[in-house]
């Protein structure tokens, strides 16, 4: 119930040789946690979503980070030409890990060993984006800070390959909960792919709560994929801070399977002409899954660009919560920003609760947004009847294609191919959509 | 194979079709012709099964079931298969699903196992050729972005995939220029045989210079008012609906 409980284990990560500004930075962090506490749902920003089911577990700190081979070979992405980091429980296990070969310039390391290294580039950006109080589970990650990726890409640096970088749950005889931080430093002229992919054992019931910061310098382009396929009893808490100059481009495809409870949180900044934030998202509930995403993209200055399409699939008595924010500062002008949230639900017991939010204080802009939430085209439906094709069979393929709208988007083959199959495959068994979907590749 | 008897029907309360009879016979193609707001629509409407019509009066049975008790689903694997006037779009389904998916469902009504996938590539392109299609389009969402021709040719492959017993074609010509029209046509005539039936609703000849009829029916008024070979299309043709008005109402 008190946060106490959840800051007891900091000692143990107390680890010898931790840089003066690192523990100082968890100290105040963990303050900062004990002065927030935990959410309530009387604070705007939490009110559909209770944390409370968080709040009152009890969670350990992983002891140890084995895996056996075949486990992660039947849970992670068939991604191998990558550069590949693989965390058990929140733990770096390098038996797993296969970095690779880099290009000059760049960094490709777990946390842990960037802090031994004495990389500098943390001492400047860890918790640079996050400030002290965005929120109680921000300023947790950070008194615990200590794993996670270090993705430096130095001037005109480009990675070729993807960054993929795996956290696996594990079902275990108690929950745990891990904490990992995502540091992105891309300077000017910089290009590279991260694959964050999120998945649990079944049943795994921990905690993850992740926070990553990305700061792009001028003309550099970051792909973010985040693919969340915890087990139905994982808590999984996050948020992504990102910081843009001129010409930069950031895309995100935030794609959420999995979970018990999800928030997720991202935020752009967009400080410089010609800056574009892509915010490209999924997210799929069944049974009693609870999904939160909140989005903010700050147009702070002139000729910046925002696209942004989310999109949610809800069964059972899942529930959705979209918020997405558009801030267009006072003279920033010429600015365009367009946001879409467009919802399915299934079930009747299913619910969304979607919000968009536009604040302009600029006159010479192009802004659209728009939310719906809405039952499928019963003209396709009839389309697909009238081949043979049973109501329910017709219904789960136009399900699928929703999906397939946002995934349309995505380059990655591994990736697509992976969301199809797990949406197809959750879906409820009359869709009977599994044989259809395997034989896709013509 | 088909056989209608005193077919009436209404739309929102007002009778479009009043008493229309017709027998199909396997191997037969017949084509039905009428001026606007004959019935022509509503008469394939019904026989797909859309939501809307109602039928009042008369029977429609297909290789001796009652087709009017059957979902839209059952009567395309019963072998009725409806080649649509204005194909719908539907974004997010591949069109290799929609072939896989309808050919199965076929299959599982007759009870046979599901259709290998090599042994269904091999099917489906042989297919795709034959219509000049590109095996790319497999992966493209059904008739997303098409032009009219190329929806109509998409309606012929799955015909030739799903193989009917009876073919309706809706104004299977509309808004096709010459060389698709041969294609579309090509593909109609090659399901042609002795065990299956075509039935094909047009406002124009045109077409039947292409896919040659058995027997031209005209529908006037919700009725047919004149049946014959194909001669009669070309009479229709030349002097238009009027005379057929005049000497049914003498």
Same mark, same amino acid.
């Given at each position: 119930m008190s946060t106490e409980t959840f800051l007891q284990h900091l000692q143990e990560r107390v680890e010898q040789g931790a840089p003066e500004w690192l523990t100082s930075r968890r100290q105040s962090a963990a303050e900062s946690f004990a002065r927030q506490g935990f959410p309530s749902p009387r604070q705007e920003a939490w009110k559909y979503t209770d944390v409370s089911r968080i709040a009152e577990s009890r969670f350990t700190l992983a002891s140890d980070a084995a895996l056996s081979e075949a486990r992660l070979a039947a849970l992670r992405l068939q991604v191998d030409d990558a550069h590949r980091l693989v965390f058990v429980d929140g733990l770096f296990s390098a038996e797993h890990s296969d970095i690779g070969e880099l290009p000059a310039g760049v960094v490709v390391e777990p946390l842990s060993q960037a802090l031994m290294q004495g990389r500098e580039v943390l001492g400047s950006q860890l918790g640079r984006l996050t400030g002290e109080d965005f929120s109680p589970f921000a300023a947790l990650n950070t008194a615990f800070a200590h794993e996670g990726v270090l993705l430096h890409l130095g001037r005109n640096a480009v990675l070729e390959k993807p960054v993929y970088a795996i956290f696996v749950s594990r079902t275990g005889e108690s929950a745990v909960m891990s904490h990992p931080r995502l540091l992105i430093r891309a300077e000017q002229g910089s290009e590279a792919s991260l694959i964050e992919h999120h998945i649990g054992e079944h049943e795994a019931a921990n905690f993850t709560n992740v926070v990553g910061e990305a700061s792009l310098d001028a003309n550099a382009r970051v792909r973010h994929y985040k693919l969340q396929e915890a087990s139905q009893s994982e808590y999984h808490v996050s948020s992504m801070h990102i910081d843009q100059q001129r010409d930069s481009l950031y895309a995100s495809y935030n794609l959420n399977l999995g979970g018990a409870l999800v928030r997720n949180d991202l935020i752009s900044e967009l400080n410089d002409e010609n800056a574009t934030t892509e915010f490209w998202g999924l997210f799929f509930g069944q049974e009693r899954q609870h999904i939160d995403n909140h989005t903010q993209v700050n147009h702070n200055a002139p000729r910046t660009y925002s696209?942004?399409?989310?999109?949610?699939?809800?069964?059972?008595?899942?529930?959705?919560?979209?918020?997405?924010?558009?801030?267009?500062? $006072?003279?920033?002008?010429? %600015?365009? @920003?367009?946001?879409?949230?467009?919802?399915? *639900?299934?079930?009747?017991?299913?619910?969304?609760?979607?919000?968009?939010?536009?604040?302009?204080?600029?006159?010479?802009?192009?802004?659209?947004?728009?939310?719906?939430?809405?039952q499928l085209d019963e003209n396709a439906i009839f389309a697909l009847r009238a081949r043979g094709i049973s109501q329910e069979?017709?219904?789960?393929?136009?399900?699928?294609?929703?999906?397939?709208?946002?995934?349309?988007?995505?380059?990655?083959?591994?990736?697509?191919? $992976?969301?199809?199959?797990? %949406?197809? @495959?959750?879906?409820?068994?009359?869709?009977? *959509?599994?044989?259809v979907v395997e034989d896709s590749d013509a | 194979m088909l056989e209608i008897r005193d077919l009436h029907a209404t739309v929102e309360g007002t009778e479009i079709l009043k008493g229309i009879n017709l027998t199909i016979n396997p191997g037969e193609v017949h084509a039905i012709m009428g001026p606007n707001g004959a019935g022509k629509s509503t008469l394939s409407s019904v026989l797909a099964g859309r939501d809307g019509y109602e039928v009042t009066q008369g029977t429609i049975t297909f290789e001796g079931q009652d087709l009017l008790e059957m979902e839209v689903e059952d009567r395309a694997r019963a072998g009725m298969l409806m080649g649509f006037?204005?194909?719908?779009?539907i974004p997010g389904v591949k069109n290799i699903y929609l072939l896989k998916s309808a050919l199965n469902a076929q299959r599982e009504a007759r009870g046979e196992e599901e259709i290998p996938s090599p042994e269904f590539m091999k099917l489906v392109k042989e297919k795709l050729e034959f219509m000049r299609m590109d095996t790319s389009f497999l992966q493209r969402a059904v008739n997303e972005g098409f032009s009219g021709g190329e929806k109509k040719r998409n309606e012929i492959l799955q015909m030739l995939v799903?193989?009917?017993?009876?073919?309706?074609?809706?104004?299977?010509?509309?808004?096709?220029?010459?060389?698709?029209?041969?294609?579309?046509?090509?593909?109609?005539?090659?399901?042609?045989s002795e065990n299956r039936s075509i039935l094909l609703v047009t406002h124009y000849q045109r077409i039947l210079n292409h896919i040659e009829p058995d027997q031209v029916h005209v529908l006037i008024d919700g009725r047919i008012a004149r049946s014959g070979d194909k001669q009669?299309?070309?009479?229709?043709?030349?002097?238009?609906?009027?005379?057929?008005?005049?000497?049914?109402?003498?």
């Open positions: 696209n942004e399409s989310y999109k949610g699939i809800l069964g059972g008595r899942a529930r959705g919560v979209f918020n997405g924010r558009v801030y267009i500062k $006072r003279d920033a002008q010429q %600015v365009r @920003g367009y946001q879409n949230n467009a919802n399915l *639900l299934l079930s009747d017991r299913a619910e969304i609760d979607t919000k968009p939010e536009l604040e302009i204080y600029a006159d010479d802009v192009l802004c659209s947004h728009g939310a719906t939430t809405g069979m017709a219904r789960g393929l136009l399900t699928l294609a929703f999906a397939t709208e946002v995934m349309e988007q995505i380059p990655l083959a591994e990736i697509t191919e $992976r969301v199809e199959r797990t %949406v197809a @495959g959750k879906l409820p068994d009359r869709f009977n *959509l599994m044989g | 006037q204005y194909p719908v779009e799903l193989q009917p017993k009876l073919a309706l074609l809706d104004e299977i010509d509309s808004g096709l220029d010459i060389d698709a029209m041969k294609t579309v046509s090509h593909g109609v005539n090659s399901l042609r009669l299309a070309l009479r229709v043709e030349d002097e238009g609906y009027e005379w057929i008005h005049q000497e049914s109402a003498a």
